[in-house]
């Protein structure tokens, strides 16, 4: 396979892309306290679509004024304030040919630094293994949290559908991308250690999808048949970066076949090397294995993929589009790079500490 190929157009949903190259939601903690996004925010995602890439997702962004927010200083999308901040960086985006979605978010048990409310919410009260995220502001263990109500879990439902209506009619992005990734809420609810329940919510890993299928239905109600809306999801967490899934393949078949008729145009698919196998004994990676079950959704690909081999390998399993994160934050303008022949840099580690806000490096002169 060619380079080429990274530079074909794909059609998300009904939203046209120039290229398969996408910015991966990465978490930068620069918003205002009160979770308004700045300047800051709009230079740094303006930069990407500068840089030539088809597409960025945005860090997650929370979405009510209650459990949702994970970290001090993460933007919302709770309120027209905060819509309209977004908007500022949409139209930046925009006008550089590029097209922007937003990741709408629920931190669950990992929440370590909401402006709303101290305690945090989860399937069940289950302590969540390993330790805040300094680079975040995060000191010691997780709290145990209060296991969510049916009524609780109504409203959050409710919640993502309101926030992802803000985002296309206030906010101006081309799309929405629900995180059921990385050991947020709609993970914990997926993952058996940190869901015990007996009741719709939990059970085998059909029930424990539920949750995430009952989001999706909220926002594809919502927005209507023609928005697009996707999902991202992941075997490991910010807290427990090397968790698998405990039925192998088995889980991959449910996960991604429920995916399948949900009423997502994409599924977001992160591991830590995209092409690698994704369980001891079977040869496919967790992309390939999302390929066999979705035939045809687009799959996005995440994971080391910044080196122009790695990325066209994961194309050959079948992913659609590959999403950078590191590769991104050290080459804004990777694909023109990429396009020219021009040396890449490598990523510089100092960029996420002590903490990993935005730093002034990081933006245009």
Not at 1 to 15: D, R
Request: hydrophobic share 40%; proline share 4%; no cysteine.
């Amino acid at each position: 396979m060619s380079t080429q190929a990274l530079f074909t157009q794909h059609h998300l949903g009904l939203q046209p892309l120039k290229n398969r190259l996408v910015v991966a939601p990465m978490t930068r903690v620069s918003a205002t306290e009160d979770g308004v996004a700045g300047e800051r925010m709009k230079h740094y995602y303006e930069d990407f679509a500068r840089g030539g890439f088809a597409m960025v997702i945005t860090e997650g962004i929370y979405i009510d004024e209650k459990w949702s927010q994970t970290y001090a200083y993460q933007a919302g999308i709770v309120n027209s304030v905060q819509a309209a901040a977004w908007r500022k960086i949409t139209d930046a985006v925009h006008a550089q040919g590029g097209k922007i979605i937003a990741q709408i978010q629920h931190s669950g048990a990992l929440s370590q630094g909401n402006y709303y409310r101290e305690e945090t919410v989860a399937p069940s009260a289950v302590q969540p293994v390993g330790e805040q995220l300094t680079f975040y502001r995060g000191e010691g263990r997780y709290p145990v949290p209060y296991a969510l109500s049916e009524e609780d879990i109504q409203d959050i439902i409710r919640s993502f559908a309101d926030a992802a209506e803000r985002a296309i009619t206030e906010g101006g992005f081309d799309g929405v991308e629900i995180h059921g990734a990385n050991g947020y809420l709609l993970d914990q609810f997926l993952t058996r250690p940190t869901n015990l329940r007996d009741d719709k919510w939990g059970g085998d890993t059909a029930g424990r999808m539920t949750l995430s299928l009952e989001v999706i239905k909220a926002v594809r109600a919502r927005l209507g048949d023609e928005a697009t809306v996707g999902i991202r999801i992941s075997q490991g967490k910010v807290n427990d970066f090397h968790h698998k899934w405990e039925q192998g393949e088995d889980d991959a078949r449910v996960v991604f076949t429920l995916l399948n008729g949900s009423g997502v145009n994409f599924i977001h698919v992160t591991e830590y090397e995209a092409w690698e196998p994704a369980f001891e004994g079977n040869p496919l990676s967790l992309v390939e294995m999302a390929r066999k079950y979705v035939p045809e959704l687009t799959i996005i690909a995440n994971g080391s993929l910044h080196n122009v081999p790695d990325a066209k390998k994961v194309l050959e399993h079948g992913a659609d589009l590959i999403a950078l994160g590191r590769g991104a934050l050290a080459n804004h303008d990777w694909p023109l790079r990429v396009q020219h022949n021009s040396p890449l840099y490598e990523f510089d580690r100092e960029i996420l500490g002590p903490i990993a806000n935005i730093k002034d490096r990081e933006l245009p002169v």
